[in-house]
Each structure stands twice: as structure tokens, then as C-alpha cells.
């Protein structure tokens, strides 16, 4: 039977610091936000239809890889929350049989979605990827539309306030800015500053690059920059 997981997996030792990560990855093209310089988006960009791992499958890769010691199942996309019904089916059916944690990844924008799936993960790594304030003026609304691909800055941050407060006391949450060009180092550390969670919170160097195609399962070539 079919997942929501898409041909394609990674083991990381860097996105969940401290931790050997096992990546999945939802399809990249489903997201709610247009982020400058993307890198799944742009890993996407020449990819054909995508094909999706069974559930066997999965289990077994998994099993494969806790030779090796994984600590973590990470689930990446694309935007995973949207793919909630099918996530939460097949992460429980996962999580009975391979008896590892599971994170997820999002950027926030759907907390009903992310509430539904609390119950089935262990966390969620959260991207803050601008100051959250409750208004803007002329120049940040243009500056941090640039980077989230989108004007409606309100709520965006609105939406996050109520994914923090869902989240945020879940064991393998974590939170994390990415360096963006744009912003200073004080916009940068805004939201580090603002909440009480330092101990989870992660600062992602930016990476100025386009990447091009699949190579096989899991291996991108670097074609171009942004």
C-alpha cells in the first residue's frame, strides 16, 4: 500500500542536531509558501511525476538503517501537514513496528493539521523564518514577503503563535531561523529572543544554490545558483 513518501531518502547527522535522522520526504511541489532560495523546491524543479514508497518498503528501509544507529525518523516536504489523513495512518502503523521517534517538519501554516497530528509524532522541527510580530511596516512587509513568498505577514505570524503554543513542549520539537541575506543578525535572533525555548532553538546557515535534479534515489546534482 502506498505512502505519502516519495522515492528518495537520506541519512543526516544535521537536521536534528545531536541526532542520526532518517529523512522521508513528502512531494516537494505541495507547499503553502514560496521561500527564497528554496532548495527542495528547487531540487524539484526537473523531477518527473513523483513515485511513492509501500509501507513495506518504508519499514524496511528503516530497519535497514537502525543497523547503522539511527536515532530519528524525520519527516520532510515539500509541507508534510498536508498530507494529514495519510500521515497520520501510516506514522502510527510505522510507529507500532520500528519503535523509533518521529519529527515532522513544517513551516507552521496549518495548526489544525499540526494538532490532528500531534498524536501520531513525537515533534515537529518549526521554521521561524521571520521576526513574529503583530504588525509591519512598509519596509519589513516588503523584505519578509521576499523571503516567505507571500504579503500576508499577519497571518503567517498568527498562524505560527498558535503552532508554537501547540508544539513547543513536545520532546523532539525544536525551532529554527534560517540566515536569510535580508535580514540582520537582529532580525535573525528576534524570535530566539522573544520565546522562552532557547534550549530548542537553532540558527540554519543560508545556502545560495539551485539544485537541479535527482540522481538515482537520494543524491542531488548542484546544477546553479540563485
Known amino acids: 500500500m502506498a505512502t505519502p513518501f516519495i522515492r528518495g531518502h537520506i541519512l543526516s547527522y544535521t537536521d536534528h542536531p545531536g541526532l542520526l535522522s532518517l529523512v522521508f520526504y513528502t512531494d516537494l511541489n505541495k507547499c503553502n509558501l514560496d521561500c527564497y532560495c528554496c532548495h527542495n523546491k528547487f531540487a524539484s524543479k526537473n523531477m518527473k ?6 509501507t513495506s518498503e518504508v ?11 539511527i536515532d530519528l525518523i524525520i519527516i520532510c516536504g515539500g509541507e508534510p501537514t498536508f498530507f494529514v489523513n495519510e500521515l497520520k495512518e501510516k506514522l502510527i502503523k510505522i510507529r507500532n513496528i520500528v519503535n523509533l521517534p518521529i519529527r515532522i517538519d513544517t513551516n507552521g501554516q496549518l495548526p489544525d493539521k499540526i494538532e490532528e497530528l500531534k498524536s501520531c509524532c513525537d515533534g515537529f522541527a518549526v521554521d521561524l523564518k521571520i521576526p513574529i510580530k ?5 519596509e519589513e512587509s516588503m523584505k519578509y514577503s521576499e523571503i516567505i513568498g507571500s504579503y500576508d505577514l499577519k497571518t503567517y505570524s498568527d498562524n505560527l503563535l498558535r503552532t508554537i503554543n501547540i508544539v513547543k513542549d513536545m520532546k523532539y520539537t525544536i525551532f529554527r531561523t534560517v540566515r536569510y541575506p535580508q535580514l540582520s543578525e537582529e532580525e535573525i535572533r528576534f524570535n530566539y529572543n522573544l520565546f522562552d525555548f532557547k534550549d530548542k532553538y537553532y540558527f540554519l546557515d543560508f545556502y545560495n544554490f539551485n539544485y537541479h535534479k535527482l540522481i538515482g534515489d537520494s543524491v542531488y546534482e548542484l546544477v546553479e545558483s540563485c
Open 59 to 69: 519499514i524496511s528501509i528503516i530497519n535497514d538503517s537502525k543497523i547503522l544507529g
Open 134 to 138: 503583530g504588525s509591519y511596516n512598509i
Open 49 to 54: 511525476k513523483p513515485e511513492f514508497y509501500k
